[in-house]
T-cell receptor, first 112, second 111 residues
């Protein structure tokens, strides 16, 4: 079941904040967030695991509400470099591999 | 480290032709993945592998085959190409439980 992302698109001015949501109709064990710039490959941002553990290598924060089966990505004081399409992926671990289903994406545009 | 490399970058196929998309990673990752991404859409998992000799189907495996004889390489084979397989194909690799590193992609058009 594909997770649903909202909003589909958002336009901000540099310095403004954004929240991107990811909802699933199935129980969530982990949520993965990626950013993709036009014509490029997706880049890993963060993994949120059931139980509260988070792994990421960028200064981006996120929340994971297991009861509501939702995750939100928080982009504060946005920079021009934050522009791109953000995808959440949900799913389980099969023999250690991440078998993910990705949402349709949220397109974020940051203007000067 | 080159990371994840994919060849070719672009390819045009005629209906019914076959081809192999190559993927190599030099990070000694156990887990490798193939995705397709249609224009304006999210990523769909085609196949994945948990190690040399072990592969399994993802969300959209029909029309594709994979093999993994080494840790580094994970080729994707298209048999009897169809217009519905026009897409951008990404290969990725990871270690548990970290994020996936993606290759630059192969843009495939089937006419």
């Amino acid at each position: 079941q594909q997770p649903v992302q909202s909003p589909q698109a958002v336009i901000l001015r540099e310095g403004e904040d954004a929240v991107i949501n990811c909802s699933s109709s199935k129980a969530l064990y982990s949520v993965h967030w990626y950013r993709q710039k036009h014509g490029e490959a997706p880049v890993f941002l963060m993994i949120l695991l059931k139980g509260g553990e988070q792994k990421g290598h960028e200064k981006i924060s996120a929340s994971f509400n297991e009861k509501k089966q939702q995750s939100s990505l928080y982009l504060t004081a946005s920079q021009l470099s934050y522009s791109g399409t953000y995808f959440c992926g949900t799913g389980g671990i099969i023999q250690g591999a991440q078998k993910l289903v990705f949402g349709q994406g949220t397109r974020l545009t940051i203007n000067p | 480290n080159a990371g994840v490399t994919q060849t070719p970058k672009f390819r045009i196929l005629k209906i019914g032709q076959s081809m192999t998309l190559q993927c190599t990673q030099d990070m000694n990752h156990n887990y490798m993945y193939w995705y397709r991404q249609d224009p304006g859409m999210g990523l769909k998992l085609i196949y994945y592998s948990v190690g040399a000799g072990i592969t399994d189907k993802g969300e959209v495996p029909n029309g594709y085959n994979v093999s993994r004889s080494t840790t580094e390489d994970f080729p994707l084979r298209l048999e009897l190409a169809a217009p519905s397989q026009t897409s951008v194909y990404f290969c990725a690799s990871s270690n548990r439980p970290e994020g996936q590193f993606f290759g630059p992609g192969t843009r495939l058009t089937v006419l």
